[in-house]
């Protein structure tokens, strides 16, 4: 086993053992220190509830002898000059991470003095956008979402589209609008159309989230060079949380013939961690079979995925209850990441650093496990009864969607945190 991953591994700082920042997670995210007067963002790791800020390690020499020594890397406002390393980089900072934080190595564990210049407590800490996003691209590629929402709209003998079993289809968003977690979340306006009568301007009636998974491209291609399916996941740096919010009535009206507009880039939710593909290794496992076998581009030598657990809270104004109303796992994902990245560049498209590919609406083979609103009251249909007594169809304001992830073995959980958005008017 990598050492890095070790299960034995532990820190000299203290974890919960239901705290699901172990040393063998060491995300990565940017803050800045609540009421810092200059407002000054840099990078940070955290280890249980304790913020390790990258930026005065990397100023105090700690990462000389990594591909990073003597470059600033860790003081900037987002990760990409970072992540523009590289997968070797990457991980030799792992490896001075744990090294530098494990149980039995005395130097940062018994200088009081140092420790107060690189960590701070959580709570003293505001987080911000990690990476500079160029480009945005949103997948679809939970078979069993794709077939609730045709099912809906088109009937059982319509329910997946020609294609959908073909190719990974995915549209592109607008990454101006990408928010971080706690960021609230405006109802939006637009056009609907009733269903008897001529179009009508309106905020949304039927505003939903989507549970999501995020990957953040490490390594870009050229332009007019594509990513082989065996090689695409050296290109992701790690994965996040996402919530794409859906205005379901302004999307039913504008969709057809070329896809999700207003209903969609009015905002985007992620949450402030990304952890990476080193630390999410021993949480490989098989994916679902495909049939039709997929074109020659997208055969895997390795045909995997992630176990990652997706839970969604949702809680109403003024009233401290919440309830758990999606229970899933990206397991389930139809295409994976790798075959979203061949797909997406087979073209030649060209993924620059930063760009962030979302998987699409993650949704199980049980109604407890879908990952919308539209699918949990089936298009309205249902109302979900929550803890307080009340009923939900679509968000009302005041409502706050919590999404959480994690990946658990016997040894260890590694969490991605939480993304979180209220719905305001």
Known sequence: MDESNDPNLQSFLPVAPTNGFPIQNLPFAIASRKGCCNDEKFAVTR????????????????????????????????????LEFGNHAWIEVRKKLIELFKKDNSILRDHEELKKSILFELHEIEFHL?????????????????????????????ALMPNWLYLPVAYHGRSSSIVISHTSIKRPYGQIKPQDGAPIYSASKRLDFELEVGAIVGIGNPLGQPIPVDDAENHIFGLMLVNDWSARDIQQWEYQPLGPFLGKNFATSISPWIVTMEALKPFRCSAPIQEPKPLTYLQETERYTYDIQLEIELQTKDDHTTTQICSTNFNTLYWTLKQQIAHHTINGCNLRTGDLLASGTIS?????????????????????????????????DGDTVIIRGYCQNKDYTISFGEVVGTIVN
């Not at 407890?368 to 539209?374: D, E, K």
Request: glycine share 12%; hydrophobic share 30%; aromatic share 12%.
């Open 47 to 82: 280890i249980g509830d304790t913020i390790i800020h990258l930026g005065q390690l990397e100023e105090l020499g700690f990462f000389d002898d990594t591909p990073i020594g003597g470059r600033s890397i860790f003081s900037q406002p987002y990760l990409n000059d970072f």
């Open 364 to 396: 199980g083979d049980h109604e407890h496990s879908y990952g919308s609103l539209l699918e949990l009251t089936w298009n309205g249909k249902n109302p979900i009864h929550l803890n307080n007594g009340k009923t939900r169809t679509f968000l009302e």
């Open 130 to 158: 990690p990476v500079r996003i160029g480009d945005y691209t949103d997948f679809y590629s939970s078979k069993q979402h794709a077939t609730n929402v045709g099912i809906m709209f088109r009937g059982k003998e319509n």
